[in-house]
């Protein structure tokens, strides 16, 4: 899957509490996205990031904060979830930095989030 | 914004016969891609095609692009029930800066039978 992975792959949670998924990449691509897919949505982008400490919203950013300190890693943080949120969270790259084509992206396995 | 749309919503096919799902998108575009996503896995890029290309190839997949009619199609020839899976199609974002931005589609679901 590119060399991208995403922690936790599961996660059960309550009401209220913060929950912080990570992604990390080994693959020095420059573009990170975090999407979530629910049933008769298809796949919504949350925030990217086109550089480190360079984020931007998608068009699902309400109620979710995104940061980048370091190239590998995309972290998206749920302040206070709610059930709302309870749905499969998908990290994707995009372009190495050394400066190929970013159209194609590259998607890390999923994290299934509940919350109850 | 809902750049592709994708038709039909569902296909299910014997094995050794072709299957052709349809995208339709609202704005102009300069790529558009198709995706493959097997149950509980993320996607995988299957194929791009340009504005300027019409038709483009990949083993078993071919993936048109009419930009007058702003579609596309892909089609899967002599499926296999490994070729079971949602298929999207995607573009790029429209309007302000890309950075890559895609918008997806809902997907068709392909069910190849054995």
């Known amino acids: 899957d590119a060399g991208i992975t995403q922690s936790p792959r599961h996660k059960v949670t309550e009401t209220g509490t913060p929950v912080t998924l990570r992604c990390h990449q080994t693959e020095n691509h420059r573009y990170m996205y975090w999407y979530r897919q629910d049933p008769g949505h298809g796949l919504r982008l949350i925030h990217y990031s086109y550089g480190v400490k360079d984020t931007d919203k998608g068009e699902v950013s309400d109620g979710y904060s995104v940061s980048r300190s370091k190239t590998e890693d995309f972290l998206l943080t749920l302040e206070s979830a709610t059930s709302s949120q309870t749905s499969v969270y998908f990290c994707?790259?995009?372009?190495?930095?050394?400066?190929?084509?970013?159209?194609?992206?590259?998607f890390g396995p999923g994290t299934r989030l509940t919350v109850l | 914004s809902q750049q592709g749309e994708e038709d039909p919503q569902a296909l299910s096919i014997q094995e050794g016969e072709n299957a052709t799902m349809n995208c339709s998108y609202k704005t102009s575009i300069n790529n558009l891609q198709w995706y493959r996503q097997n149950s509980g896995r993320g996607l995988v890029h299957l194929i791009l095609?340009?504005?300027?290309?019409r038709e483009k190839h990949s083993g078993r997949l071919r993936v048109t692009l009419d930009t007058s009619k702003k579609s596309s199609s892909l089609l899967i020839t002599a499926s296999r029930a490994a070729d079971t899976a949602s298929y999207f199609c995607a573009g790029p974002n429209a309007g302000g800066t890309s950075y890559g931005k895609l918008t997806f589609g809902q997907g068709t679901i392909l069910t190849v039978h054995p």
């Open positions: 095609i340009r504005s300027n290309e």
């Open positions: 994707a790259i995009s372009g190495r930095l050394t400066g190929s084509s970013y159209n194609e992206q590259f």
